[in-house]
């Protein structure tokens, strides 16, 4: 299976926490660039953090800088993205994706620069 699998969403209140989930192929997940992308109704699809698999280096969104973490499991061509003081406004499908080979992904929060994109995992956080 070369395409992410997601899980891990779910419902939460406000100020609750969630952990997402990607597998992937070890062919596609080393050596690339691993994003979380979300889209909400009516919304553009927005980058949210991604995380460079050979180096474990991170780029975050500003909207989530301090509340999200993402981090990688070699062993298990896992990335997970951890989610903290949740607030309404990040309810939306959220989406693991595996960035292009070469070139190597230069905008990692864009998401013309992923390749293989999961089906997504819903997050619902009420208030």
């Known amino acids: 299976q070369v395409q992410p699998v997601e899980s891990g969403g779910g419902s939460v209140q406000a100020g609750g926490s969630l952990r997402l989930s990607c597998v992937v192929s070890?062919?596609?997940?080393?050596?690339?660039?691993m994003g979380w992308f979300r889209q909400a109704p009516g919304k553009e699809r927005e980058g949210v953090a991604s995380i460079y698999t050979d180096d474990g280096s991170t780029v975050y969104a500003d909207s989530v800088k301090g509340r999200f973490t993402i981090s990688q499991d070699n062993a298990k061509n896992t990335v997970y993205l951890q989610m903290t003081s949740l607030k309404p406004e990040d309810t939306a499908m959220y989406y693991c994706a595996a960035g292009r080979d070469w070139p190597r992904v230069r905008n990692p929060l864009t998401s013309s620069e992923y390749d293989y994109w999961g089906q997504g995992t819903q997050v619902t956080v009420s208030s």
């Open positions: 070890r062919y596609i997940y080393l050596g690339r660039s």
